[in-house]
């Protein structure tokens, strides 16, 4: 069984810097792609940053500020997130799936070809 275990949200200010954890059990990213989502309440959900098949993509809103990695073992991917905007408030959650393509394919799938999702983690940023 495949689970996806998010953690590292909280309330930050303006400027500072959160570190996001996405587990993964029963799979690595060895053939898959996961990334970040995240969604606002009233927004729509957002590809926020993804890897797959080597390469990565970032959405344009956090281009500079956020950076995506995994660990030696590609069971783990985190996102460092820097400069944190109230805008970046969001639930964020990680999502794989077993797809060989690019990873802004993987960060533009709507939310049913994803075939794992882990749990949210709450990201707020305060002004």
């Known amino acids: 069984e495949v689970q996806l275990q998010a953690s590292g949200g909280g309330l930050v200010q303006v400027g500072g810097s959160l570190r996001l954890s996405c587990a993964a059990s029963?799979?690595?990213?060895?053939?898959?792609?996961i990334g970040w989502f995240r969604q606002a309440p009233g927004k729509e959900r957002e590809g926020v940053s993804c890897?797959?098949?080597?390469?990565?993509y970032y959405a344009h809103s956090v281009k500079g500020r956020f950076t995506i990695s995994s660990d030696n073992a590609r069971t783990t991917i985190y996102l460092q997130m820097n400069n944190l905007k109230p805008e970046d408030t969001a639930v964020y959650y990680c999502?794989?799936?077993?797809?060989?393509?690019?990873?802004?394919?993987?960060?533009?799938?709507?939310?049913?070809?994803?075939?794992?999702w882990g749990q949210g983690t709450q990201v707020t940023v305060s002004s």
């Open positions: 029963g799979l690595t990213f060895d053939d898959n792609g």
């Open positions: 890897i797959s098949n080597g390469n990565t």
């Open positions: 999502a794989a799936v077993t797809a060989w393509t690019t990873a802004q394919v993987i960060c533009d799938m709507p939310s049913y070809e994803l075939e794992w």
